[in-house]
């Protein structure tokens, strides 16, 4: 790994009797794009507000460059960007306004904030809506203003709290394609539950469930972990019992080797190196076991589905 | 220099939001127009509010009963003078000076002319060529009413006139003016006016509140902590910011009552430094009101009802009675004396209405100071303690 960026060592925070983040240790290298995933309520926005220095910790700490974020020298502090998954505006400011104020907080010069900040509004498609109130804008211009923000005093680290949320397909393909262009020249941390948005954008990718960091590593590591290949949805028109389900795991793995069988109230999901060649076989077994399939889908593993083996249940669930 | 930023980005969104906009400045004004309508008078005639009383004291002199005295004959001049067929003075005549002074005190009446005893003897004598002491002749009033300065100089034009004309002296005659006890005592008008300037501040509680309040909810004052920006940045801008409202405020809502008839004898940047001092103790309650609101409209309806309760309970309005607590350095301190926008108006009407300087309300200015930074002081603690304590 190159330079660590950031690191958190044993974060906890706790609300009440509800463990958020549990004793989160992770690094951050610098230029990696590292993707923090999860349901919602799995605890990443509390980790990045720890990260970015809105909450702060019971426990653990988090460090910028290896100096403490909380420690009282704001140049640590500037050096993070982060972008709320919720749109933070003043309604009443007009674009420039919004990116000259934030400027003016991290005591920006004058020239800088207006380089910047126009720049900015190049990059993301809003230099027509420049002296335009934020309140006016449409909720995709908001949200890349709300980017606009992070951005805007150069920081080196970048922390996007689902970015994508509430995009429209256009706005999302010029979010995405910006974080692609940003992530070239600076460290990006973005949260997301979108496994697809997260196996795109991310080099490495945390998974946290209930506040605790179930895995961390790359993406294709990740489902290397599962097994590479694919995975065979089947979905049938009734329910099956459970002896049922027991002899049609038990034949299933003996067919295809190496398997993962999650069958669920009416469905069945088989992981395989080689699914499309397997797939004969294994309509064979169901139809020997008198089970006729409804649909049948098949698709490369993915995250979601390193998740569901890891938590046993569904990202949206 | 952030909070600087801050104050003007402050100012440029309440500048952007007519609603709150029109609230602190319109609000006052109809309350201002409220006012002289009930308490000034249009379209009437003179004798409607030039209103004389007189206390005759005079003996008259050794005549036959058919001569009217000059003392009888000046109270029918004055009760029949008119001006294009109008009357101009509204004559009461009074049997005792201390009915009269109620009167003048509650606004029944301008002035009162005080006839002596030797009235009509003197100006007979002096007709008949006899060398007598000049007699004297009281108008008593009270110098901050609307028409007390109108009322005199004709009044005295009048006297003047009919002492020349009935024994023929330039000089003898004596006016003698005297006030009322407790000069100074205003009209309605008079003391609504820089209490209504207080009101009008007093409101800028609701801008203070709704403002954080609603950095809070829409999570703008997230933003603004991520950046390098102290909360004292933020609590000095958000400051900055009530205190040019406030410099606004007093002479806009000055020359709104100006525009309306009012008329200051005093120093309005005097008023304007009362603005600002008060101001502070304004801001301090806005950051109050701010750390128990969830939504702007809380927080208008909580700061509002602070705002215009204290400008109530302090006098600013409307008299209060008193309620002394104890005395310090000869001093009685009251109920009131804790409560700011008492001293503001207090300083206010004296500065405004009585033309006093600094140097002669430096009470009210120093306790306007110090209760305006110990609220300011409490406000920051809340405001601290509340929303920007890290959770």
């Known amino acids: 790994m190159t330079q660590v960026v950031l690191q958190t060592e044993n974060l906890t925070k706790k609300y009440g009797d509800l463990v958020a983040v549990k004793d989160l240790t992770l690094q951050v290298a610098e230029g990696e794009v590292f993707g923090l995933l999860g349901p919602n309520g799995a605890g990443k926005t509390t980790t990045i507000n720890m990260m970015c220095g809105l909450l702060k910790p019971d426990n653990g700490s988090v460090t910028i460059h290896g100096k403490p974020l909380n420690g009282g020298d704001p140049s640590i502090r500037s050096r993070v960007g982060v972008c709320p998954q919720e749109i933070v505006l003043w309604e009443r400011l007009t674009c420039f306004e919004q990116l000259q104020f934030i400027g003016q907080m991290y005591d920006l010069s004058p020239q800088k904030i207006k380089h910047n900040a126009e720049k900015l509004l190049e990059d993301l498609d809003l230099v027509e809506k420049r002296n335009k109130q934020a309140r006016t804008l449409s909720g995709g211009m908001q949200r890349r203003l709300n980017l606009a923000m992070a951005l805007v005093h150069d920081p080196e680290i970048v922390v996007l709290d689902e970015p994508e949320a509430g995009l429209d397909p256009q706005s999302r393909v010029k979010v995405r394609q910006y974080i692609q262009n940003i992530a070239r020249h600076k460290t990006v941390i973005l949260t997301t539950h979108n496994m697809d948005e997260a196996e795109r954008t991310a080099d490495r990718v945390a998974i946290i469930d209930h506040g605790v960091l179930l895995v961390l590593d790359t993406p294709q590591a990740l489902k290397r972990r599962l097994g590479e290949g694919d995975v065979i949805e089947i979905n049938f028109a009734s329910a099956f019992e459970e002896a049922t389900v027991n002899q049609v795991k038990a034949a299933l793995t003996h067919l295809v080797g190496k398997v993962l069988v999650d069958v669920s109230q009416n469905s069945l999901t088989v992981h395989a190196l080689d699914a499309v060649s397997a797939l004969p076989a294994i309509l064979e077994t169901l139809k020997t076991h008198s089970l006729q399939p409804g649909g049948i889908h098949i698709r490369q593993n993915t995250l979601e589905d390193v998740f569901i083996q890891l938590t046993g249940r569904r990202l949206r669930d | 220099m952030k909070a ?60 036959t009963a058919s001569t009217v005295s000059p003392a009888e004959h000046l109270i029918r001049l004055l009760d029949e003078a008119e001006y294009e067929g109008s009357p101009i003075f509204e004559v009461s005549l009074i049997e005792n000076r201390e009915n009269a002074e109620i009167d003048l005190r509650e606004h029944k009446a301008t002035l009162l002319l005080i006839i002596p005893e030797d009235f009509s003897s003197s100006i007979i004598a002096a007709q008949h060529g006899a060398d007598i002491q000049p007699i004297e002749l009281t108008l008593v009033g009270d110098p901050y009413t609307d028409n007390y300065a109108f009322t005199r100089s004709i009044l005295d034009d009048y006297i003047a006139a009919f002492i020349h004309q009935t024994a023929g002296w330039q000089e003898n005659l004596t006016l003698s003016y005297e006030f009322i006890p407790g000069t100074g005592t205003m009209s309605d008008l008079d003391f609504g006016i820089p209490g209504l300037i207080v009101f009008s501040l007093m409101l800028i509680t609701m801008i203070t509140a709704t403002t954080l309040t609603r950095e809070h909810v829409n999570k703008t004052l997230q933003r603004i902590r991520l950046t390098n920006a102290s909360s004292t940045d933020l609590l000095l801008g958000v400051t900055m910011a009530q205190m040019v409202i406030a410099a606004f405020t007093v002479p806009f809502t000055f020359g709104a009552a100006w525009l309306m008839g009012f008329r200051a004898y005093g120093s309005v940047l005097l008023a304007i430094v009362i603005g600002l001092l008060l101001s502070l103790s304004v801001a301090g309650l806005g950051l109050i009101c701010a750390c128990f609101s969830h939504s702007d409209s809380e927080a208008a309806n909580l700061s509002a009802t602070v705002g215009v309760l204290l400008a109530l309970v302090s006098g600013a309005m409307y008299p209060m009675p008193q309620a002394p607590l104890f005395t310090w350095g000869g001093r009685v301190i009251q109920v009131y004396d804790f409560l700011p926008p008492a001293h503001a108006a207090e300083a206010m009407r004296r500065a405004l209405v009585l033309g006093d300087t600094a140097g002669d309300i430096i009470y009210e200015l120093i306790m306007l100071s110090i209760l305006g930074l110990i609220f300011l002081a409490i406000g920051i603690v809340f405001y601290q303690h509340f929303q920007l304590r890290k959770k």
Do not use: C, M, V
Request: glycine share 4%.
């Open chain 2, 4 to 63: 600087i930023s801050i104050a003007i980005k402050n100012l440029r969104e309440l500048w952007r939001e007519p609603l709150l906009l029109g609230l602190l400045f319109i609000f006052p004004i109809l309350l201002l127009a409220f006012y002289f309508i009930a308490f000034s008078k249009t379209n009437q005639s003179l004798a409607s509010f030039l209103k004389i009383l007189i206390l005759n004291h005079d003996q008259g002199f050794p005549s």
